[in-house]
C-alpha cells in the first residue's frame, strides 16, 4: 500500500500533513501516537472510508477512492473502534456479514466455505448459534475477528482491537493477525499500548500531530528520544527476561524540561 | 446452519394471512349465507365484490406495506422504536394529502391525492434523516418524531379547520383515525402499484440493511454506498406509507408491534424480517379489521383505534424495557 | 301614598316592555334565521347567524348576502344592542352566559321533530314578535305544500333513503322522516334502528336498496372521505335498482319554510322515480350522474 502526500485537513485544523508511507504485505504495522496524533483518521483514509484533502492512497496501480465500494471492501477488511452490534444476531450470522462485498461474486457454496474457514481459525465455530450480544469481551473480540477474516481479504486495518481485553485475549487476536500476515496479508493497527506494540509490530510508524516522526523496527521507532519528543515522558526499553526476549516499555515518569 | 424451526415462519405467516382475509370477507353487519350467494343476487355479489373482496384485499395491501415500513424503519435506523407512526412518517403523509385536497389539487386526476400522500412522506423521511443525523441515539429519534408528529397533526387540523368544505371538520377525525370502512377497489387500484414499488424500493436494500448491523462505518467499510441506500429507503418508505395513508387515513403501530414480535424468529437479521414483517402486517390489519365489525354498535369503530388500544399499551411496555438504552 | 306611586313607576317599564315590539332582533342559528326572515319586518332584524350565507348549510343564502351577520360572539351581540336574541338550545354556552351577566333577554328554540312541533315553534316566535298574522300565513303557506305533494290515491309507495355526504341519513323522529311519510315514500333507515341522523353503513344501506336515493350534492372536486362514499362503485353497481335524485343536505337541518324546498324537493324524486319506473321498466336511469370526475373520486 502506498499512501503519497496524504493531508486531511476538517475545517481549519490539518489532521494529517504530508504523509508518505509504503506498507508492504506479510508483516504487521502499528500505528502509534498520543490521542488526536490522527491514528483513526489515518487509518480511515487508507481504508477507503475518509477522502483525503490532497494526496493519494493506491494499493498496487489502483487508488483506494476510486474502486468501488464491493471491490475495495474485498481489498480491505476494516474493524472500526467501537464495533457496533445493533442486533441480537447470532455468531454465524454475524461472521457471514464479512462475505457481503463477495455477495454477487461467489457463489454460496464457496461464502459458506470461507464462514467455516473463518470460524476454525478463531475458534468460534462452537459459539455458532450463541447470540453475539451475549458473548463475553474476550469472545466478542474473536468473533469480530472471525468476520473480519471471512471477507478473505488481501489487507486488514483495525482501529485499537485491542482495547478491554484481557491480556490473554490480546495475546490470541495478536496471533491470528500475525498468522494472517504470515499467510500473506497486510496488517495495519493502531495500537494504544506501548509495550503492546513493540511486542507485535514488526515496523512501527510513530505519529504525532499528524505528521510522521519516526518509521522503522519497533527497537529504533520507539526510541527513548522519540517518546520522550511525542509522548513527554521518560522511557526505557527493557527486555523481560533472557528467556523470553519480551520487550517492555518502562515508563519511569513525565520528561521535565 | 438455518435453524429448523424458522424454516415453518413464512408458510405459517402466508397460511394465517389467507385464513384472516377469508374471515374477513366473511364477516360483516349483514350475514351472507351460501344459500344467498348461489342464487347469484345482485345484491349479494355487489356486496360481496364492491365492498368485502376489496376491504379485504386493502387491508392485505396496507398491512404489508406498514409491516414492511417499520421493519425497513427500525432496520435502518437500527432502533427498536421506529415506526411510520411513531416518527411522523404517516402524519407527514396525511398532511401532504389533506394539502392537495385544501388547493383542490386532489379532485384534478385521481392519482393527485396518492401521490400528495407519496410526496408528505418522502418529505417525512427526509426531515427524519436529516434530524436523526450520523449518531442517532433513541432519544434523538423519538424527539424527532414528536417534532414530525406534532407538526404535521397540527398542519392537518389547520388546514381542515380553513377549508371551505362542510365536511371538513369530520374529516379531521377520518384522517387522524383511520379506517378501511367502505373503501372501494379503486382504492385498491391506486395504493396497490404505488406500494409495489416502495416495497421493491426497500427490499432492494436488503444486503445493506444486514451490513448496518456493524453501525454506519462498518457497513461502509463491507462496500455499502450509504448515501444510495438513504434514497431508496426515503423514496420507498414514503412511497409506501404515502399511499397507504392517502387510501385510509392514519392507521398507527402496525410498524412497530409486528416486527418487535417477529425478531426472535429470524434471529434479528434485518433483511430476514422485511418479508415476514409484511405478512405479520397483514394478518393484524386484517385481525383488527374482522375485530372492527363485530363490535357492537350502530357505526364501525374506527380501525386506528382498535390498533391504537393493542398498539399504547406496546409501547409503553418497549420504552419501558429500553429506558436503560434510550439516553 | 308615595309608596304606592313608587310600586307603580316600578311596575310600569315591566308592563311596557311586555307590550313593546321588539325593533332590533338578532339570531344566532341557522334555522331561526329561516323563520325571522319570513316573521318580522326586514328593518328590525339587527343581524342573523354567519351560516345563513353558507350556501351548502342555507337555503336563504341569497337573501342573508343582503342582510348584517354575526359571528354569535357575545361581544358582537352586545355591540348591536339587541333587544331580542333568539338562540338554539344547543347554542354556545359561554356566549349565552355572557349575555345573561350583560341583562341581554335571549329566547331559547329546541329542534322540532315533527310537523306539528314545527307549527308550535312558528306561532310561538311570532307571538315573540307581535306578528300573529304573518305566523299564521307561514304556517297556512307550510299546510298547502303539504296538501300539494301528498300522492294522488293510487300512487305506488316506494321506498327511499336519505344518502348524504358521510354516509349520514335520516331515522326515526326527524321532520324528514315525516315529511318523506306526507310525499308517500317509505324512509328505509328508520327500519334499521336509526335514530335522528346518524351514519348508516353501506352494507346495511345496500342489503336492502331503496328505489329511491336520495343523495345529497358534493363539492366540485369531492376529495374528501366523506363525498366519495357517494359515489362508490357499489352505488353504481346496483344503479339500476336504486334511482339517484338530487336531495341537498341543507334540507336536512331546518324545519319551517325549510319544509317547503325539502317537500318539493322529495315530490320531485318521487314523480321522477315513478316516471322513470313507468317509461323504461327493465332498464333505470340515474338522474344524478356520478361525480363529473368520473370514477368514484
Known amino acids: 500500500m502506498h499512501i503519497a502526500d496524504v493531508t486531511f485537513q476538517r475545517g481549519t485544523r490539518a489532521i494529517l500533513t504530508d504523509i508518505r508511507l509504503s506498507i508492504a504485505p506479510r508483516s504487521v504495522t502499528v500505528v502509534l501516537g498520543p490521542n488526536g496524533a490522527g491514528k483513526s483518521t489515518l487509518l480511515g483514509c487508507m481504508a477507503g472510508l475518509l477522502r483525503p484533502t490532497s494526496g493519494s492512497i493506491r494499493i498496487g496501480d489502483d487508488d483506494v477512492h476510486a474502486l468501488a465500494g464491493p471491490e475495495r471492501a474485498r481489498t480491505i477488511a476494516f474493524l472500526p473502534q467501537t464495533p457496533e452490534v445493533a442486533w441480537p444476531i447470532d455468531v454465524e450470522a454475524f461472521v457471514a456479514l464479512g462475505r457481503i462485498p463477495h455477495q454477487r461474486t461467489a457463489s454460496a457454496a464457496v461464502n459458506r466455505a470461507a464462514i467455516e474457514r473463518a470460524m476454525t481459525i478463531t475458534d468460534t465455530a462452537r459459539w455458532a448459534g450463541r447470540v453475539v450480544t451475549e458473548l463475553s469481551g474476550g469472545e466478542r473480540a474473536r468473533v469480530l475477528l472471525a468476520r473480519v477474516l ?14 478491554g481485553l484481557d491480556p490473554s485475549h ?55 528520544d522519540h517518546l520522550r519528543n511525542v509522548y513527554g515522558v521518560e522511557t526505557e526499553w527493557l527486555i523481560a527476561s533472557a528467556r523470553h526476549q519480551t520487550p517492555i516499555i518502562a515508563i519511569h515518569g513525565r520528561h521535565v524540561r | 446452519m438455518m435453524a429448523a424451526h424458522r424454516r415453518w415462519l413464512m408458510p405459517l405467516l402466508i397460511a394465517a394471512t389467507a385464513v384472516l382475509a377469508i374471515g374477513s370477507v366473511l364477516v360483516g353487519k349483514i350475514t351472507l349465507t351460501w344459500a344467498m350467494w348461489s342464487a347469484q343476487d345482485e345484491i349479494t355479489r355487489t356486496i360481496f365484490l364492491e365492498l368485502r373482496v376489496p376491504r379485504a384485499l386493502l387491508g392485505i395491501v396496507i398491512g404489508m406495506a406498514l409491516g414492511l415500513a417499520g421493519a425497513a424503519m427500525q432496520a435502518y435506523l437500527r432502533n427498536a422504536l421506529a415506526d411510520p407512526g411513531t416518527l411522523g412518517i404517516s402524519a407527514m403523509a396525511a398532511l401532504g394529502a389533506v394539502l392537495s385536497m385544501f388547493f383542490d389539487v386532489a379532485g384534478l386526476h385521481p392519482w393527485a391525492l396518492p401521490i400528495a400522500g407519496v410526496l408528505g412522506g418522502i418529505v417525512g423521511m427526509a426531515v427524519l434523516f436529516l434530524l436523526s443525523g450520523l449518531t442517532a441515539s433513541a432519544l434523538t429519534l423519538v424527539l424527532a418524531g414528536i417534532l414530525l408528529s406534532t ?8 388546514v381542515l379547520s380553513l377549508s371551505p368544505n362542510p365536511w371538513a371538520a369530520g374529516e379531521i377525525v377520518r384522517w387522524m383515525l383511520g379506517a378501511l370502512t ?70 398507527g403501530f402496525v410498524g412497530l408491534v409486528v416486527p418487535h414480535l417477529l425478531r426472535p424468529l429470524v434471529g434479528a437479521r434485518p433483511s430476514a424480517l422485511l418479508i415476514p414483517s409484511a405478512f405479520g402486517g397483514a394478518i393484524l390489519v386484517l385481525a383488527g379489521d374482522i375485530v372492527v365489525r363485530l363490535l357492537p354498535g350502530g357505526s364501525e369503530v374506527q380501525l386506528a383505534v382498535v390498533m391504537s388500544v393493542i398498539g399504547a399499551p406496546f409501547f409503553f411496555a418497549l420504552l419501558y424495557s429500553l429506558r436503560r438504552r434510550l439516553v | 301614598m308615595r309608596v304606592l306611586t313608587l310600586l307603580l313607576l316600578a311596575i310600569l317599564p315591566v308592563v311596557s316592555n311586555a307590550a313593546a315590539k321588539p325593533a332590533r332582533i338578532v339570531s344566532l342559528n341557522l334555522c331561526i334565521d329561516g323563520l325571522l326572515i319570513e316573521l318580522a319586518p326586514r328593518e328590525h332584524i339587527a343581524a342573523i347567524s354567519h351560516y345563513s350565507r353558507d350556501p351548502w348549510r342555507s337555503t336563504i343564502a341569497d337573501i342573508a348576502q343582503t342582510l348584517p351577520i354575526t359571528y354569535e360572539a357575545a361581544e358582537e351581540v352586545v355591540a348591536l344592542k339587541p ?24 329566547e331559547l328554540f329546541d329542534v322540532p321533530m315533527s310537523i306539528a312541533e314545527s307549527h308550535e315553534q312558528v306561532r310561538h316566535l311570532a307571538a315573540l314578535l307581535h306578528e300573529p298574522e304573518r305566523g299564521e300565513a307561514l304556517i297556512a303557506r307550510i299546510d298547502a305544500a303539504i296538501e300539494r305533494a301528498r300522492p294522488a290515491a293510487g300512487t ?36 334499521y334502528d336509526v335514530r335522528q341522523h346518524r351514519p348508516i353503513g353501506m352494507e346495511e344501506l345496500l342489503q336492502a336498496p331503496p328505489d329511491i336515493l336520495l343523495v345529497g350534492d358534493t363539492t366540485e372536486t369531492a376529495a374528501t372521505h366523506a363525498e366519495r362514499i357517494v359515489n362508490h362503485r357499489a352505488l353504481r353497481a346496483l344503479g339500476s335498482r336504486m334511482m339517484r335524485m338530487e336531495y341537498p343536505a341543507r334540507l336536512l337541518y331546518c324545519s319551517g319554510p325549510t319544509m317547503i324546498h325539502a317537500l318539493a324537493a322529495l315530490s320531485n324524486a318521487r314523480d321522477g322515480a315513478l316516471r322513470n319506473r313507468n317509461a323504461h321498466p327493465l332498464e333505470r336511469v340515474s338522474a344524478t350522474p356520478y361525480n363529473a370526475t368520473g370514477s368514484a373520486r
Open chain 3, 83 to 106: 333587544d331580542l336574541v333568539l338562540a338554539g338550545r344547543h347554542s354556545a354556552l359561554a356566549t349565552r352566559n355572557a349575555l345573561k351577566r350583560v341583562g341581554i333577554a335571549f
Open chain 2, 151 to 158: 407538526l404535521a397533526i397540527a398542519g392537518v387540523s389547520l
Open chain 2, 182 to 251: 367502505d373503501r372501494s377497489i379503486d382504492d385498491l387500484v391506486f395504493a396497490t402499484p404505488i406500494i409495489a414499488v416502495g416495497s421493491a424500493l426497500i427490499l432492494s436494500c436488503r444486503e445493506a440493511l444486514n451490513a448496518l448491523t456493524l453501525g454506519e462505518l462498518g457497513a461502509r467499510s463491507l462496500g455499502i454506498d450509504l448515501s444510495s441506500i438513504q434514497w431508496r429507503l426515503c423514496i420507498g418508505v414514503g412511497l409506501v406509507v404515502g399511499a397507504s395513508v392517502a387510501v385510509t387515513g392514519m392507521i
Open chain 1, 150 to 163: 471471512a471477507g478473505e481479504s488481501s489487507w486488514i486495518l483495525a482501529d485499537e482491537p485491542f482495547t
Open chain 3, 156 to 191: 305506488p309507495r316506494l321506498s327511499a333513503a336519505v344518502y348524504q355526504p358521510g354516509g349520514l341519513t335520516a331515522g326515526k323522529k326527524t321532520i324528514t322522516d315525516e315529511l318523506m311519510h306526507v310525499v308517500g315514500l317509505e324512509n328505509l333507515p328508520a327500519r
Open chain 1, 170 to 224: 490480546q495475546f490470541e487476536a495478536a496471533e491470528l493477525l500475525r498468522n494472517f500476515a504470515h499467510a500473506g496479508g497486510g496488517v495495519v493497527l493502531t495500537i494504544h499500548d506501548l509495550s503492546l506494540a513493540a511486542r507485535i509490530a514488526d515496523r512501527i510508524v510513530l505519529l504525532h500531530e499528524g505528521v510522521v516522526v519516526a518509521d522503522g523496527p519497533p527497537a529504533d521507532a520507539l526510541s527513548s
